[in-house]
């Protein structure tokens, strides 16, 4: 299991979210950040903006996805 924040994953704050796999931390975001818009919290509206963008634009979004995968694999286990 890892550990990555929001910011390491492009958003504002340092919420840790833990996974088995940097699908497991992209998604975990995912959810944080939708949380965070419905709250309205406008901190957090740039990354849910891109995060939406990324969805919906998967094949340009790959390099994003590439060094997600590459930072969540340099992390230590814990």
Partial sequence: MKTMT???LGG???VAHRG???DDVINAQD???KQAEKAGDAAHQPARDEMK???RHP???LGWYRDMKAAFAA???G
Avoid: F, I
């Fill in 6 to 8: 929001c910011r390491q």
């Fill in 12 to 14: 504002p704050c340092d």
């Fill in 20 to 22: 088995d796999t940097h």
């Fill in 31 to 33: 959810q944080h950040l």
């Fill in 53 to 55: 963008a990324r969805w």
């Fill in 59 to 61: 094949k340009k979004s």
């Fill in 75 to 77: 992390l230590p286990e």
